[in-house]
């Protein structure tokens, strides 16, 4: 096992590293205008293109940007907006990191739970009505934008219903764990709810299939010639195996809600997470913020992978010595 | 219909003691609706094991062997399939109990291993684990005494070092290794009847023999009925009492085992035992084949479902012949039964001297049209 | 299951009809043309594309308005009687404006007015035709490439294999959203220039391309994968053996097997693309004002949520229409052609 964290380590960094490369290529080799100008921001002074030439090395060689780059943004970081003088962009970004994993770890939490749940269910009860609801929430979650539905739930707990049905729900914002858990969570569950909604119907849909397929695997027979309840035959040995593919799915998904979806949740229910950051950041074009923000989502997303597939070598013997 | 009366008087009579029978199958029918109609995969079959005794079922692949005994244990789980018939267990009909009822019989009165060891156990959980939860199904035992008598059953079927092998994983055991462990599982309850679905046919030859001895010894230390299911007549011989010989879905022929490798009656019967090479024996340039391919149940001919491959088909085949010789040896053919050595001799010779036999039966031809082996005049 | 148990009825009948003399394509399309979800799906797909094509003919003839100029001092007929399209805001400070809501009179602002005094329903019909053409034209682009590319590796193998594998590694385990932004926002203020051809910054080229481009892999490494096992099938093995050309087998033999699965990726992919491009446009960085898309009139929504929502939520049930339909299709040609192909998760 701890040879195999270690070849995953291995294996993160190495990605890392090459998106680092990618992100640094994007936005200091893409052919057309000069870097500087991007950086510095729109109707930059000539004393602040200077600055940022020599800041970022820009006329050195490719490689030695890099290193600076990588300098500023992990060393130093004093990388500094342009658009806001003088704002450092690391402290912002560290800053807003909590508020998106907050967002993030609920949402998963509940999109798992009700997709286990209810692809377990629709699995044990297959060829009832539940499968075609199934099926239509599942195409439903990948079909609706997110920001979208983000915005329909505002308009109704916010404002529509908001004198009645809904009126015990805060303002929208953020208040953190330490300050108040109560409150924390209270902010969090209509964003936690409206990410799990889209999630959670793909989920059940996959634990259906995978429940399915596995109830057919030869290992089913022998649970149940062993004399085992259909129930313990469902839940520890068809579910159990199932998890396996869902979990690795799972991690692919977590990485695409950590760098997608969840950045726009955030957006629309006005919580100051990385993702409002890079929204903010884009409506001006504060190109070091964006790159700040783009880098260390991509990191985390990569970690975040690493993680699950520890957890899945976890719950699958099979890959743990291979 | 006093013909099938009479037929299930011989066919009790096929399975050695009738009352004290442990089980008693009758006219075990499955079928599954399908797109092209209703299939019966296995039709009409009855036969009893008394205890302590070893039963070889043995046919091609298709001609619904498995199927018979995953029915009796209510391991077909397909909504398009349909068990009917009758059998008993120690007096209580299988095939009519609920499925509520019939668990607490799985595992600890009845267990059963299948053919493939590779396959046959959960991926996640470490043998001893799969083990120790069998025990703990019907016996109300702590986890630590489960896991104790694991290992003693890993010892008993012959893996060295158990108690280090109990943590292993199925897939850190080797196939032979496995279809042990698979066989210490079926035993943990000590059930009165094991039924083995070609425990040997993934294994290599070694292997296979190793798990027929252990299979003996089983039988001898646990007193335990068996059911062997399998395609080779060599395990058979090796190791059952009685036999039965299926074909689509029907009993062929069967009987004491000395009775049906000795005087086999059944022309499908001499193809099995003539295809497999006696060193003893004197040498043939090639052995016989049996002609043509296994009858898919999805067109079974309306007669003797063996016709279409058969060397002394006649006009008679066009019927279907019941089950009757008997009264311990039985068999379903219109042969004339004091011929049937002779015919059997016939048969080989043709066979071997032939150069494609399956050509013959291509053209439906008989064997000799000249002379047609006169017809039973029934039982 | 054993031999035995399995009685082979399905594989019986499906192996009938691998024999059956009308063809895979053509069983597939009478398959296709039998699930009835599909169909509907289809419909609805087709009735969206046309209304969304038919934008300018509304625009001039029914609507009798411009979906691209705002139109802040002017006045429509409500209930016979004229009213103005902006009024001033009544709610908070009084320092907006509050557009006309929805009238359901298709000559007059059928879905009201956005901030700018725009026809929601016109611009909803113009975003619509850019929200398709991007999905449509990017999954294309992104599903021809990813074939190329996907076949390339999958039968060379070598170091073609090994440098766009990797490739496709890198892009994968790259947040689709933030490398869809980092290239955004660096083409939007400069444009795109390869050789003579120069792409401007506001151009629906730039969004295509980008969109296309990252999702790539997605469909490109399913189809390595694929290649890489058909190269090891007898038939292509006795192609090799006969000395027939490369070229040949891939035309002859491997095309022929990854179509399928191109054809099921094509209409999930055009889904997912359209929901990209108006999230990118959402954040501003897809479509460029004053050109519209779906995405682009929900971001222009964003403050007249509650006091005029049918902005966001007319242009929002859209996308959620056509992807759901979209979706839906492509299961269908899915169990219709049976391959296992399956997009990852969802963005």
């Known amino acids: 096992m701890a040879m195999f964290i270690g070849r995953r380590a291995a294996a993160a960094v190495f990605v890392l590293f090459t998106i680092s490369v990618l992100v640094f290529l994007i936005f200091f080799a893409t052919p057309g205008v000069d870097p500087a100008a991007r950086i510095a921001g729109r109707n930059a002074d000539p004393a602040t293109l200077m600055q940022v030439r020599h800041e970022f090395g820009l006329d050195r060689p490719i490689p030695i940007r890099y290193g600076l780059m990588m300098e500023h943004l992990f060393v130093q970081r004093d990388l500094t907006s342009f658009v806001n003088r003088g704002a450092l962009v690391i402290p912002q970004i560290l800053q807003a990191v909590p508020v998106t994993l907050s967002l993030v770890a609920g949402a998963a939490v509940i999109w798992m739970v009700l997709g286990l749940l209810m692809g377990t269910a629709a699995a044990a009860r297959r060829g009832t009505a539940l499968d075609p609801l199934m099926m239509l929430l599942g195409v439903v979650g990948v079909s609706i934008p997110v920001y979208w539905l983000g915005e329909v ?144 989502a991509a990191f985390f997303v990569v970690l975040a992978n690493a993680v699950v597939d520890v957890l899945y070598a976890a719950l699958d013997p099979r890959v743990r010595r291979a | 219909m006093p013909e099938s009366s009479l037929v299930r008087e011989t066919v009790r009579g096929a399975g050695a003691a009738g009352p004290e029978s442990l089980l008693d199958v009758r006219d075990l029918t499955v079928s599954f609706r399908t797109r092209q109609g209703v299939v019966r995969a296995v039709d009409g079959l009855s036969f009893s094991l008394a205890p302590g005794e070893v039963l070889g079922i043995v046919g091609e692949s298709g001609s619904g062997k498995s199927v018979s005994v995953m029915s009796l244990l209510g391991l077909i789980r397909d909504p398009n399939a349909r068990v009917e018939g009758q059998a008993l267990f120690r007096g ?77 994983f199925p897939h850190e055991f080797s196939g032979g290794m496995r279809q042990r462990a698979v066989i210490a599982m079926a035993l943990a309850n000590n059930p009165s009847l094991l039924i083995a679905d070609e425990p040997t046919t993934a294994l290599d030859v070694t292997t296979q023999a190793q798990i027929l001895d252990l299979m003996r010894r089983l039988r001898v230390e646990h007193g335990s009925s068996i059911i062997l299911i399998t395609h080779d007549m060599g395990v058979v011989s090796d190791i059952a009492d009685q036999v039965l010989v299926m074909y689509a879905g029907r009993a062929a022929e069967q009987g004491p085992k000395k009775d049906v490798f000795h005087r086999p009656r059944h022309p499908y019967t001499w193809g099995l035992l003539d295809s497999v090479p006696r060193p003893r024996a004197e040498r043939v340039r090639r052995l016989p084949t049996i002609p043509g391919s296994p009858a898919s149940p999805l067109d079974v001919a309306p007669g003797c479902p063996f016709a279409p491959r058969c060397r002394m088909r006649h006009e008679r085949c066009d019927e279907r012949p019941e089950l009757a010789g008997g009264p311990a040896h039985v068999d379903a053919c219109w042969l004339p039964r004091d011929r049937r050595q002779e015919l059997r001799r016939e048969v080989v010779e043709a066979a071997v001297a032939e150069g494609d036999p399956g050509d013959l039966t291509e053209h439906g031809a008989p064997l000799d049209a000249s002379t047609p082996p006169a017809p039973e005049q029934g039982p | 299951m054993t031999s035995d148990t399995s009685i082979a009825v399905p594989a019986g ?54 979906a691209f100029t705002s139109n802040i001092s002017g006045t429509t007929i409500v209930h016979g009687k004229p009213s103005p399209v902006l009024a001033p805001s009544s709610t908070g400070l009084g320092l907006g404006v509050t557009p006309i809501g929805p009238t359901w009179d298709l000559h007059h602002y059928f879905l009201g007015a956005d901030g700018q ?124 053996g006969n000395g027939a050309s490369d070229l040949r087998i891939l035309r002859k033999d491997v095309l022929p097997n990854v179509m399928p699965t191109v054809l099921v990726f094509l209409p999930l992919m055009t889904a997912l693309n359209m929901l990209t491009e108006s999230a990118l446009s959402f954040l501003s960085i897809g479509v460029q004002p004053p050109n519209a898309s779906w995405g682009t009139i929900i971001n222009d929504g964003l403050g007249l949520l509650y006091t005029r929502p049918m902005v966001t939520v007319a242009p929002g049930l859209m996308i ?21 192909a399956r997009l990852r998760g969802a963005a």
């Not at chain 1, 709810?193 to 429940?211: D, K, Q």
């Not at chain 3, 394509?25 to 979800?37: E, F, G, N, P, Q």
């Not at chain 3, 959620?320 to 052609?337: F, K, P, Y």
Request: a positive charge; charged letters at 20%.
């Open chain 3, 13 to 66: 009948s499906s192996a009938r009809r691998r024999r059956s003399s009308a063809g895979p394509w053509r069983t597939a399309l009478v398959t296709l043309r039998r699930d009835r979800v599909a169909m509907i799906s289809l419909g609805i797909f087709l009735l969206v594309v046309l209304a969304c094509l038919l934008a300018p003919v509304y625009e001039h003839s029914v609507a009798h308005t411009d």
């Open chain 3, 320 to 340: 959620a229409v056509t992807a759901v339909t979209l979706n839906l299709l492509g299961d269908g040609v899915r169990s219709a052609l049976d391959p296992k």
């Open chain 2, 92 to 168: 209580r009909d299988l095939v009519a109990m609920r499925d509520k009822d019939l668990r607490p019989l799985r595992g600890r009165e009845i267990a059963m291993i299948f053919q493939d060891p590779m396959t046959a156990m959960t991926p996640v959980y470490t043998v001893g684990w799969q083990i120790a939860e069998q025990i703990r199904a019907h016996d109300d035992v702590s986890k630590r005494v489960a896991h104790e008598r694991a290992v003693e059953l890993l010892d008993e079927v012959g893996i060295p070092d158990p108690r280090r092998r109990v943590g292993d």
């Open chain 3, 117 to 240: 005094g725009r026809d929601v329903m016109a611009r909803l019909l113009f975003g619509g035709r850019n929200s398709l053409l991007i999905g449509g034209v990017s999954a294309l682009i992104a599903c021809g490439v990813a074939t190329v590319l996907g076949v390339a590796a999958g039968y060379f193998g070598g170091v073609l294999d090994a440098v766009l594998s990797r490739l496709f590694d890198v892009v994968w385990a790259f947040p689709v959203y933030l490398l869809a932004i980092s290239l955004s926002v660096v083409l939007l203020t400069s444009g795109l220039t390869v050789g003579p051809v120069h792409i401007e910054g506001d151009s629906l080229w730039l969004p295509i391309l980008i969109i296309a481009v990252i999702y790539v892999p997605y469909v490109a490494r399913p189809l390595r994968g694929q290649v890489l096992s058909l190269r090891g099938r007898e038939f292509i093995q006795a192609g090799v």
């Open chain 1, 153 to 296: 739930v505002n308009l109704l707990t916010q404002s529509r219903w908001h004198s009645g049905l809904f009126s015990w729900v805060p303002p929208l914002g953020y208040v953190g764990l330490s300050q108040s858990p109560g409150q924390w969570a209270l902010h969090l569950l209509f964003p936690w709810l409206t990410l799990a909604a889209l999630y959670a119907g793909i989920y059940a849909r996959i634990v259906r299939g995978e429940i399915l397929e596995a109830l057919n695997e030869d290992y089913v027979r022998t649970a149940r010639a062993k004399g085992l309840t259909e129930r313990r035959i469902l839940i520890r040995h068809a579910l159990r195996c199932s998890l396996i593919p869902v979990v690795s799915l799972f991690g692919l998904d977590f990485g695409a809600l950590v760098g997608g979806s969840a950045l726009l949740t955030e957006v629309v229910f006005g919580l100051p997470g990385v993702g409002k950051l890079t929204f903010d950041s884009l409506q001006n074009l504060d190109l070091p913020v964006i790159m700040g923000c783009v880098m260390y």
